[in-house]
């Protein structure tokens, strides 16, 4: 059965720190990873990932992909009270189904 | 553009009703997705379709049903409504050229069955 497992499933923690989330995957068509972030509200893409080793970045997040060992992170620097969220990762098999994991659950407390 | 809408927003239903979520893009998808969300459990897919008049099932389709007559429309049905139903749902369109699966969510509808 294909399965994605993030972790940790909550973390709390202070404006400025950094954080990394984890995303591990057992997918049989696997395409590609999608990261999102949700605010109580619909989910927003942050990034898609198909190939291992190539960091992507948008601002103070990035992302990485490691194919052979079947897992992504999700690293957020000088983190801020906006980026108090659920995040979201997401594998994406051919036919372009996602499965997604249950979500990291992030606080940043000012 | 107004992306990807659903309505209603909110619902309550008593058990064994029957109703049907809208879901409508204007972006000219033609990959199109219903899925619910429930505490510590994620997005999970209930049915999908590739293009009008093409439909198949995600995770967990029992209890609902759906079609796609149009590429810009795909209402989601739940035939008799049950407690386990209670959800919120979201649906999802992508585009299937570009290699570039960004699916836009709309906002969801939050469903509460007696």
């Known amino acids: 059965e294909d399965k994605v497992v993030q972790s940790p499933l909550s973390l709390v923690v202070h404006e400025g720190d950094t954080v990394t989330l984890n995303c591990s995957y057992e997918v049989t068509n696997f395409r590609s990873l999608l990261w999102y972030k949700q605010e109580k509200k619909a989910p927003t893409f942050l990034f898609m990932l198909t190939s291992s080793g190539i960091e992507k970045k948008s601002g103070r997040l990035s992302s990485i992909l490691d194919k052979k060992e079947l897992f992504s992170i999700l690293n957020i620097t000088a983190t801020q009270t906006g980026d108090s969220a659920v995040y979201l990762c997401?594998?994406?098999?051919?036919?372009?189904?996602?499965?997604f994991g249950a979500g990291t659950i992030l606080r940043v407390k000012s | 553009n107004a992306g990807v809408t659903q309505t209603p927003k909110f619902q309550v239903l008593k058990t064994g009703q029957s109703m049907t979520l809208q879901c409508a893009q204007d972006?000219?998808?033609?990959?199109m997705s219903w899925y619910r969300q429930d505490p510590g459990m994620g997005l999970r897919l209930i049915h999908y379709?590739?293009?009008?008049?093409?439909?198949d099932q995600g995770e967990v389709p029992n209890g609902y049903n759906v079609s796609r007559s149009t590429t810009e429309d795909f209402p989601l049905r739940l035939l008799s409504a049950a407690p386990s139903q209670t959800s919120v749902y979201f649906c999802a369109s992508s585009s299937l050229a570009g290699g570039n699966n960004e699916q836009f969510f709309g906002p969801g509808t939050r469903l509460t069955v007696l």
């Open positions: 997401a594998v994406e098999e051919y036919g372009n189904k996602l499965v």
């Open positions: 972006m000219n998808h033609e990959y």
């Open positions: 379709s590739v293009g009008a008049g093409i439909t």
